[in-house]
């Protein structure tokens, strides 16, 4: 409207014909579609590059919010490690056969799903020991498990556990921290009151963890690994892989709790897990990143799926993420840098200076032109490949 009064105010004759074509070239190379095209065509890009790498990103948001990420809450078993954890140690007590105690133990852990109960079960059926059916079990989350085997009443879990539930511990505490402080979790067994011996279970290091927490390290990340293990297992394991933030003893209740409080010392918290357990704590997260052969109701919860149960696969992300903010802030550069100096040259600003005048058939081809170079820039995204710090 200011373009076309301007001409008929001031303009040479035919004034209603320049008024017009000023008008009108102002309204098409005005048109905002190369800033509308800006993000989503980045975000898109980004979203299928992410897939090419084995990275399920479930929206644009959590794309976006990668790159402001400062802190990585790292569940241990399963994302750390292989989550494939087996039998290394059986510490009887006195009087009692180490068969003995892996039957009884095993025979309960077959009413469980958990990780460490699964490799006390594979230890006894490759020793080809007979099992009995439990009764009456009952499994306080995050504790141990207790029911009936072949009469006996049998426990099974950390310390804190059987003394809570009125067992003498004797000297197994520092017995059970003297395997722990070779990275192996440590699970006491009672039977009938009385501790029956221990069972060491390791779970190996993933082959790229250390690489990729060297990665995460040299974007700047702040690496918290966060386990219900015992902090002396917790701690063992840290060293060998460089982690000084650890949380252990955090019951499944707690995790959302240690990610909420980092939230309110103002970080921007990733959180990476694998289990039931972890699913509050992705959900509480900023951004929620499951492994992928992790639980339904974990990669549910999460953001974003390492569909190679990688952590590797986190560094990329983060580079990607940043690969695309900085791919986005490239259009919206060049969708205002067209507008800006298309828009006076259209108005015929130039006109009295130098005689220049945008007709609408250019400036229908500069507008074209300004998508055309923000789906190009976009598409640069396809040639992203992550850079290997470590």
């Not at 207790?146 to 009125?166: H, N, Q």
């Not at 993420?321 to 986005?328: E, G």
Request: overall charge negative; hydrophobic content about 50%; glycine content about 8%.
């Amino acid at each position: 409207l200011f373009a076309f009064l301007a001409w008929m105010v001031w303009g040479p004759e035919p004034r209603l014909a320049h008024a017009l074509v000023a008008a009108v070239s102002v309204l098409i190379i005005a048109c905002p579609c190369a800033l509308g095209l800006a993000t989503p065509m980045s975000i898109m890009v980004g979203v299928g590059k992410g897939a090419q790498l084995g990275l399920l990103i479930k929206n644009a948001e959590a794309l976006e919010r990668l790159e402001k990420i400062d802190t990585i809450v790292v569940d241990k078993t399963g994302t750390l490690t292989e989550g494939r954890p087996s039998l290394t140690r059986i510490m009887p007590a006195d009087g009692v056969d180490e068969a003995q105690l892996l039957t009884l133990a095993a025979s309960l852990e077959r009413a469980s799903e958990h990780p460490l109960g699964v490799a006390i079960v594979a230890a006894a059926e490759d020793r080809t020991l007979n099992l009995s059916a439990p009764s009456d079990v009952d499994s306080p989350v995050g504790k141990g498990l207790t029911g009936i085997v072949e009469g006996r009443r049998v426990l099974i879990g950390s310390a804190k556990y059987l003394y809570a539930e009125g067992v003498d511990l004797g000297n197994w505490r520092s017995r059970a921290d003297d395997v722990r402080a070779e990275g192996a979790t440590v699970v006491l067994v009672a039977v009938d009151g009385n501790v029956a011996g221990a069972l060491g279970i390791a779970d190996p290091i993933r082959a790229t963890t250390a690489e990729a927490l060297a990665d995460l390290r040299s974007q700047g990340m702040s690496v918290v690994m966060m386990t219900g293990d015992n902090a002396v297992t917790a701690t063992a394991v840290g060293q060998k892989l460089g982690i000084d933030n650890i949380e252990a003893d955090v019951l499944p209740e707690r995790k959302s709790a240690v990610v909420e409080h980092l939230r309110s010392q103002g970080k921007v918290v990733a959180m990476a897990g694998d289990g039931i357990n972890d699913a509050p704590a992705l959900a509480r997260a900023d951004i929620g990143i499951a492994i992928g052969a992790g639980t339904d109701v974990a990669i549910e919860s999460a953001d974003m799926v390492l569909m190679r149960s990688d952590l590797l696969d986190v560094a990329s992300a983060i580079q990607l993420s940043k690969a695309t903010i900085r791919n986005i802030k490239q259009n919206l550069f060049w969708a205002f840098f067209y507008n800006t100096a298309g828009i006076p040259l259209a108005a015929g600003v130039f006109y009295t200076i130098l005689g220049w005048k945008l007709s609408p058939m250019f400036a229908a081809a500069a507008m074209s032109l300004s998508s055309v170079s923000v789906v190009t820039n976009a598409l640069r995204l396809k040639g992203f490949k992550p850079k290997k710090y470590a």
